[in-house]
């Protein structure tokens, strides 16, 4: 892959819009949160990312990094909790996509939860099915996903832009975070929108020249992500109040309200196709990606052979990216227990940033070790910092000790299994 497609590949992996309802619902001050995130946190991961490919390049990106710099089981709890993390996201994602798709058709599709896991598992399984084709072929998947950012953006701008001329802002637009306690989690929130770039790493077999490819890559799709975030946010606020903003499908929610002051109809329903595009691109383009390193775990005898096979035709881990869709789908269902649809949303989201930052605080460790040293620190603090606010819960948030009970008893039992996975296979 060259320049363009790794800057695309990025871009595609950071932007998501179900992450501008969320941003957009707890206020006008996320802008500058997503500058922050940007300039702290997604620059040092470039930084980081792009140093470590060039001094230990292949496919495995954190896991051989932490396996050479900090040990075998290192290496193998840098995969697991990472991979887990992702497995986590994926039914997220789909829960978010689906129900903007959703709304865009009639609002109440939103209320059937049925409808709503049938399509997102099937989205999130035909997703990898294509990139199952081959990395040329998900290239031209994960390149439809950013082109419906993008539109998305511009879309939710230019209408933004008529209401303002027609009846100014429908929020008072501050560049001050609100300080209550949604803002602090989604904080943890901000920072995990913006990583991806450590995807990079684990492609590096297919990039060429990859440490500059991917330093260049990656300050590309960071600066390009934060800015589509931001002024995506912003146009959702102009339109509407933050406070009648929904997390999940707070996008298309504002193209409803623009379409009846605009008499533009059609508005709706072309959100709920961009969603569906992103979360396609998105879907293929991060589990792909993520299989290589359960892949690599395999090859060095700490997974079953099986997931070491490479498809003789396609040249993709065929296997690892059927067992990751698979648990993907498993946590879908699994967190619908007890709970409502927005509830299992909030769980999957705390729970993906709870699993994912570990291994991330891996990365920026080995870029120490390589002999950085501004990147890692600061990408290390904002690291640790978004640790410490993901567990809190929303104020919406029914069941306080069943949404903690599901976060970190989910979280500790999924190490556990880790460890005696590990342990079993190492020996």
Known sequence: MELREVVVLGISAIV????????????????????????????????SVGVLATRQPGAEGQYVWARNDFGTWHGFLSFWLYWIGIASWAPSAA?????V???????????????????????????????????????WNQTLGSFAVWATTAL?????????????????????PTAHLDTLNFWSQIA???????????????????????????????LVGVLIYGI??????????????????GVVQAGRVASQSLGLDWMPAALGVLAMMCLMGQMGGILSSVSRLSFAASRDGLLPPIFARVHPSWKTPHVSMLVLAGVSTALLLLMQLGDSMKAAYQELTSMMVLTSFVPILYIFASAWKAGLRW????????????????ILPTEDIPNLWLYEFKIIGGSVALTALGRWIFLKNHR
């Open 101 to 139: 798709a959703l709304y865009a058709i009639d609002p109440a599709l939103v209320e059937n939860r049925a409808l709503i896991l049938t399509v997102g598992a099937g989205a999130l399984w035909l997703g990898v099915g294509i990139n199952l084709l081959g990395v040329k072929v998900g290239s």
């Open 156 to 176: 939710l701008v230019c209408a933004a832009a008529i209401v303002y001329s027609r009846k100014g802002s429908a929020t008072v637009l501050t560049i001050t």
């Open 232 to 249: 995506a946010t912003l146009a959702i606020l102009v339109i509407q109040k933050p406070e009648v903003t929904n997390v999940m499908f």
């Open 192 to 222: 995990f929108s913006v990583t991806g770039i450590e995807l990079l790493g684990m492609m590096s077999e297919e990039i060429r020249d990859p440490g500059r490819t991917i330093r260049r890559a990656g300050w590309i799709a960071g």
């Open 16 to 47: 998501g819009t179900r992450f501008v309802a969320a941003a957009a619902h707890a206020g006008p001050g996320s802008f500058s949160l997503f500058l922050l995130a940007g300039l702290f946190f997604v620059g040092p991961m470039a930084q």
């Open 375 to 390: 990147a890692p620190a600061s990408g290390f603090l904002v690291t640790l910092v978004g640790l410490a606010f993901c």
């Open 95 to 99: 829960l978010a996509y689906v129900s």
